[in-house]
């Protein structure tokens, strides 16, 4: 089973700065402990200084990363507040059928309650659904989860480009 490791690097910081990432290291633990023959895909592993690219490589690793999100079996994402990058490869994952699981507060935000198949309020609740073998039933056939989406949510509408979408509700 291969699972990207999704959450905020650095939110909504006007520097450049990243937030702690302990928690990739507390997921990768779970994980690798507890379910066998996992594989982690983890952006900030494989980019520890991508705050210093400059725009080219930054624009590719944020491509390739993305990417990456759409070529696994589960996005888990860490959410403890917004991330526009994490909801950008929450959206690949959606589109591409993979199953998404999301420890955070904000279980009202949109991008949660469209994308995600399953939320955990926290970190703490994550780690323990993983180390008492919840994550791991989930994908007892081969890695498939299962948890089926609603089919008429397999592919992301278009975004309507129409110039009557500007208007606000």
């Given at each position: 089973m291969?699972?990207?490791?999704?959450?905020?690097?650095?939110?909504?910081?006007?520097?450049?700065?990243?937030?702690?990432?302990d928690?990739?290291?507390?997921i990768?633990?779970?994980?690798?402990?507890?379910?066998?023959?996992?594989?982690?895909i983890?952006?900030?592993?494989?980019?520890?200084?991508?705050?210093?690219?400059?725009?080219?490589?930054?624009?590719?690793?944020?491509?390739t990363?993305?990417?990456?999100?759409?070529?696994?079996?589960?996005?888990?994402?860490?959410?403890?507040?917004?991330?526009?990058?994490?909801?950008?490869?929450?959206?690949?994952?959606?589109?591409?059928?993979?199953?998404?699981?999301?420890?955070?507060p904000?279980?009202?935000?949109?991008?949660?309650?469209?994308?995600?198949?399953?939320v955990?309020?926290?970190?703490?609740?994550?780690?323990?659904?993983?180390?008492?073998?919840?994550?791991?039933r989930?994908?007892?056939?081969?890695?498939?989860?299962t948890?089926?989406?609603?089919?008429e949510?397999?592919?992301?509408?278009?975004?309507?480009?129409?110039?009557?979408?500007?208007?606000?509700?």
């Amino acid at each position: 089973m291969r699972v990207f490791i999704a959450g905020v690097m650095q939110g909504s910081r006007t520097d450049r700065l990243i937030d702690e990432q302990d928690y990739r290291q507390r997921i990768t633990e779970a994980l690798t402990t507890h379910v066998p023959g996992v594989r982690i895909i983890d952006p900030f592993e494989l980019n520890p200084d991508s705050v210093d690219y400059d725009g080219d490589k930054s624009r590719q690793t944020f491509l390739t990363n993305t990417a990456k999100a759409a070529d696994v079996d589960v996005l888990i994402a860490y959410l403890p507040t917004a991330s526009m990058g994490t909801a950008i490869e929450m959206w690949i994952a959606f589109g591409a059928s993979k199953h998404i699981v999301v420890a955070s507060p904000l279980k009202h935000n949109w991008v949660i309650q469209v994308t995600a198949d399953q939320v955990l309020p926290d970190l703490d609740s994550l780690i323990t659904t993983i180390e008492n073998g919840g994550f791991a039933r989930m994908f007892a056939h081969d890695g498939k989860a299962t948890i089926e989406k609603n089919q008429e949510a397999q592919s992301p509408p278009e975004p309507s480009r129409s110039p009557s979408s500007n208007n606000t509700p």
